[in-house]
């Protein structure tokens, strides 16, 4: 009994001494540990505390309004497990040595631990268990919520699908109608771009008005008669003007430049002189028709547009015939006649709304000055005649009118011209033609003119040549009498001095005579009495009326001239006979 008394007191000591060598163990652990617990509570604290963090963020996440009982079921399990999580914290926490550090405190701690081991384990159980209903739990509602949300997705593939349709569909809708506002925008394209092509046409329409206007304005009855009424030169003749400048330097001894190389590189005034009759009107209406000289213009206008004008004064014509307002008007109708566009530059005003006028309208009315100042721009405005060339004819400046009281004479006209030429720094040349006065033969240089008689006696001898030709009876006079009547012909040649008019009247009257059956003898006879001087031979011509027929006559001629428009209040235009008033 001893023995077994002994034994079992031995194995109590051994007992004991094991537990207290774990309660050493411990005590060492919770003295060691930073927390003051042993490492297995440690470990639990660990564990406590990650279920508490993952209750609170399952707690957060629940709905305020529950949807189910399971989901009222879940809520419940999360509040108790997190009531849990705070008993097993306020549990281990009362298992802390009080002091740190101290192996009395640690000794303490260590039997409140195993003193309380059975309610921490059974907590730690009952936490465990409402992890894992919980863990089922969530397992349970994601299961039904991947059915639903799998039942939601085929609702939205079906619904894709039906938006699918809807969007083909609408993208049909859509190409239909970008097709038709595509239709829409090349129809309104060309709407418009007929809309701006009748705007533009109105507008021309409205320029074509304004200008027809401004000619009607500049216009006046006998603005091309004298050019018509003058004759045309006769066949083979004047041709020497533009086919021979060598004859021209050589037979005008102060002339530097030839007239075809001044229309091809000339600039300033070039001056045609004669003497009365001599056909300087005939020749300036030659040059003004002529093709050949329009080429050389050509070729000094260069890539600039050519615009070639003419005017022909007539002192028994109208006024404007005769004055420098005719010249003026006469000139820009010209210019605008040929380049329509410069009116609206010229004439800028009528294009003004209070100067507005429509077709139907009263007539245009344009004051001197702006006629003035429009011939004043024509010759002075640059970006005006970096586009034009302008070459302007002028025949018969001696037949202009002066006006005492406007003060115009022919040396002031001279001037206009002169000055008109050097404002526009050689865009603008002219071409005049004159008797040979001292005011033209002065003012003009002789470097630039050519004296028309000094070239035309082939041009006379042309003419003779083609009229004896024409009438038989000259023909069988020429054969009977060939020395006689070649005779005749170089008296004629010599006495014309290159008068065309003095040939002209001469050869009517040798025509009259051989037609009424006179021969050579009086032929002759009436070149011997013909007066060489023209305004001589007008007189003769009248002298040769009988008297009791002078009357009669100066009555005809009256009425002839009125008719063609000739003023008849001047006293250099009316010839009367003092005996016939006698």
Not at 138 to 148: G, M, P, Q, Y
Request: hydrophobic share 40%; aromatic share 8%; net charge negative.
């Amino acid at each position: 009994m001893e023995a077994l008394a002994a034994l079992g007191l031995a194995c109590n000591i051994l007992d004991n001494i094991d537990r207290a060598c774990k309660y050493v163990k411990k005590t060492k652990e919770i003295y060691d540990s930073a927390m003051g617990l042993s490492g297995e509570v440690e470990n639990l604290v660990e564990v406590v505390k990650t279920m508490a963090q993952v209750t609170e963020e399952m707690q957060k996440l629940q709905p305020r309004v529950l949807q189910s009982t399971a989901d009222q079921a879940m809520c419940e399990v999360i509040g108790e497990s997190l009531q849990l999580t705070k008993d097993i914290n306020a549990l281990m926490l009362s298992c802390l040595p009080k002091t740190e550090h101290s192996w009395l405190s640690a000794a303490a701690a260590t039997i409140r631990s195993r003193r309380k081991r059975s309610e921490l384990a059974t907590l730690e159980k009952t936490l465990r268990e409402k992890f894992q209903i919980l863990n089922s739990s969530v397992i349970t509602k994601t299961l039904k919520e991947a059915v639903t949300v799998k039942q939601l997705c085929g609702r939205l593939d079906t619904k894709l699908e039906f938006s699918r349709a809807q969007q083909f569909s609408s993208d049909k809708t859509l190409c239909s109608i970008t097709t038709q506002l595509e239709h829409m925008e090349r129809d309104l394209t060309a709407h418009y771009s007929e809309l701006r092509g009748l705007v533009h046409s109105m507008r021309q329409t409205t320029d074509d008005v304004k200008i027809a206007s401004i000619l009607q304005a500049l216009h006046f009855d006998t603005i091309h008669r004298r050019f018509r009424e003058v004759a045309d030169s006769e066949i083979g003749t004047f041709g020497w003007i533009i086919n021979d400048p060598t004859r021209q330097m050589k037979l005008q001894d102060e002339l530097k430049v030839a007239f075809p190389d001044w229309l091809k590189t000339g600039e300033g005034v070039f001056h045609i002189a004669g003497k009365p009759g001599s056909g300087k009107s005939t020749l300036m209406k030659f040059i003004c028709k002529h093709k050949q000289v329009d080429n050389l213009l050509e070729e000094w206008a260069g890539p600039r547009e050519l615009l070639s004008v003419k005017f022909f004064f007539w002192k028994v014509g109208a006024l404007e015939q005769r004055s420098l307002f005719g010249l003026i008007q006469g000139l820009l109708f010209a210019v605008i006649e040929k380049a329509p566009t410069l009116a609206k530059t010229l004439f800028s005003e009528v294009w003004q709304p209070n100067r507005s006028r429509l077709a139907g309208s009263s007539p245009l009315n344009l004051t001197d000055q702006e006629i003035t100042a429009a011939l004043e721009k024509l010759t002075k405005d640059r970006t005006l005649l970096e586009r034009y060339r302008i070459c302007i004819f002028v025949d018969g400046l001696d037949e202009f009118e002066p006006d005492s009281r406007r003060g115009t004479t022919h040396a002031s006209l001279v001037r206009r011209i002169q000055e008109w030429t050097r404002n526009a720094a050689g865009g603008v040349k002219w071409c005049v033609s004159s008797r040979e006065e001292p005011v033209f033969e002065t003012m003009f240089s002789a470097s630039q003119r050519i004296t028309i008689q000094n070239f035309t006696r082939p041009d006379v001898e042309e003419l003779i040549r083609h009229r004896f030709a024409e009438n038989e009876i000259f023909a069988g006079i020429r054969q009977a009498h060939t020395e006689r009547f070649q005779s005749v012909v170089n008296t004629v040649l010599e006495d014309a001095d290159g008068v065309f008019l003095w040939v002209v009247l001469l050869l009517t009257q040798f025509e009259e005579s051989v037609a009424n059956g006179d021969g050579i003898d009086l032929v002759e006879q009436i070149l011997k009495k013909a007066p060489t001087e023209l305004e001589s031979f007008f007189q003769a011509i009248l002298d040769s009326v009988p008297e009791h027929y002078r009357d009669g006559a100066y009555t005809l001629l009256a009425i002839a001239l009125r008719m063609q428009g000739t003023l008849l209040d001047s006293p250099d235009l009316v010839v009367l006979d003092d005996q016939s008033k006698m």
